[in-house]
């Protein structure tokens, strides 16, 4: 049985999915420096920098990816849970008979039939369920899990009306998650139109500088030009960086 405790801000990815991110991210900081300034060694530097940032926003993001699937799987676990009690079982029965339910959807190392194992492990010691909720809370930082672990807190071994309160409890997280898919799909489009705008620019000055008979030498040859360039990717930049930002649905 696996009771060793997952802990969900270390870093997931592996040694070849850090050397894809930082191509992916040199290739991209190359070709846009490159066409602001067409100077090899600074596109050079520049892409080995962003390449470099990259991994780290890759990191963050499998980070996410992660808690996000936990998420889903401790709504799936409420479901199941609400089931068993409904039908009569204490919550420790309850718990093992949505782990066997899990098991026919998630494989056994999954982080969830994982935390199952161990909090299941650990109430056979004599640590309260409340204790291991609270403490998977604290480690994957979802809120939805916190506010599961603060309520169970308040009624272990004080409420007959557990089964309800639990139902409840996956009703909210489910209603939430909702909303956000709907969120998601109705920015869908947003997003795109987004990345078109924002990759329509560096078109448009490869187009001009590569094929514009000069038209924009000044801004490769002259102080004022060289200004006007770093302005201008100045702005591409923030944009970019506020376009992640405030187009993505956070957990």
Same mark, same amino acid.
Do not use: C
């Given at each position: 049985?696996? !009771?060793?405790?997952?802990?969900? @801000?270390?870093?997931?990815?592996?040694?070849?999915?850090?050397?894809?991110?930082?191509?992916?991210?040199?290739?991209?900081?190359?070709?846009? /420096?490159?066409?602001?300034?067409?100077?090899?060694?600074?596109?050079? #530097?520049?892409?080995? #920098?962003?390449?470099?940032?990259?991994?780290?926003?890759?990191?963050?993001?499998?980070?996410?990816?992660?808690?996000?699937?936990?998420?889903?799987?401790?709504?799936?676990? /409420?479901?199941?849970?609400?089931?068993?009690?409904?039908? &009569?079982?204490?919550? /420790?029965?309850?718990?093992?008979?949505?782990?066997?339910?899990?098991?026919?959807?998630?494989?056994?190392?999954?982080? #969830?039939?994982?935390?199952?194992?161990?909090?299941? &492990?650990?109430?056979?010691?004599?640590?309260?369920?409340?204790?291991?909720?609270?403490?998977?809370?604290?480690?994957?930082?979802?809120?939805? #899990? !916190?506010?599961?672990? !603060?309520?169970?807190?308040?009624?272990?071994? @004080?409420?007959?009306?557990?089964?309800?309160?639990?139902?409840?409890?996956?009703?909210?997280?489910?209603? @939430?998650?909702?909303?956000?898919?709907?969120?998601?799909?109705?920015?869908?489009?947003?997003?795109?139109?987004? @990345?078109?705008?924002?990759?329509?620019?560096?078109?448009?000055?490869?187009?001009?500088?590569?094929?514009?008979? &000069?038209?924009?030498?000044?801004?490769?040859?002259?102080?004022?030009?060289?200004?006007?360039?770093?302005?201008?990717?100045?702005?591409?930049?923030?944009?970019?960086?506020?376009?992640?930002?405030?187009?993505?649905?956070?957990?």
């Amino acid at each position: 049985m696996n !009771t060793i405790t997952p802990d969900y @801000k270390q870093n997931p990815t592996t040694a070849a999915d850090n050397i894809i991110a930082f191509a992916l991210g040199f290739a991209a900081g190359f070709f846009v /420096l490159f066409i602001f300034y067409k100077l090899f060694a600074i596109a050079a #530097i520049g892409g080995a #920098i962003v390449g470099t940032a990259n991994i780290f926003v890759t990191v963050h993001s499998a980070i996410n990816r992660r808690l996000l699937k936990l998420r889903t799987q401790f709504f799936d676990l /409420l479901e199941a849970m609400s089931v068993a009690m409904r039908a &009569g079982n204490p919550m /420790l029965k309850s718990l093992a008979s949505a782990k066997k339910d899990l098991m026919l959807i998630y494989p056994a190392d999954s982080d #969830i039939i994982a935390e199952l194992n161990l909090i299941i &492990g650990r109430f056979n010691n004599a640590v309260p369920l409340s204790e291991s909720f609270s403490e998977l809370a604290e480690r994957s930082g979802l809120e939805d #899990i !916190t506010s599961f672990a !603060t309520i169970y807190k308040t009624i272990e071994g @004080k409420s007959g009306r557990a089964d309800e309160i639990i139902r409840q409890t996956q009703q909210i997280i489910s209603e @939430k998650m909702e909303i956000e898919m709907e969120i998601d799909t109705m920015m869908t489009a947003a997003k795109t139109e987004v @990345k078109i705008m924002l990759f329509m620019p560096l078109v448009i000055l490869g187009l001009i500088g590569y094929a514009g008979a &000069g038209f924009m030498d000044a801004i490769y040859t002259t102080g004022a030009g060289r200004i006007v360039s770093t302005a201008g990717l100045a702005v591409f930049a923030i944009s970019f960086i506020l376009a992640r930002k405030y187009s993505n649905v956070s957990l």
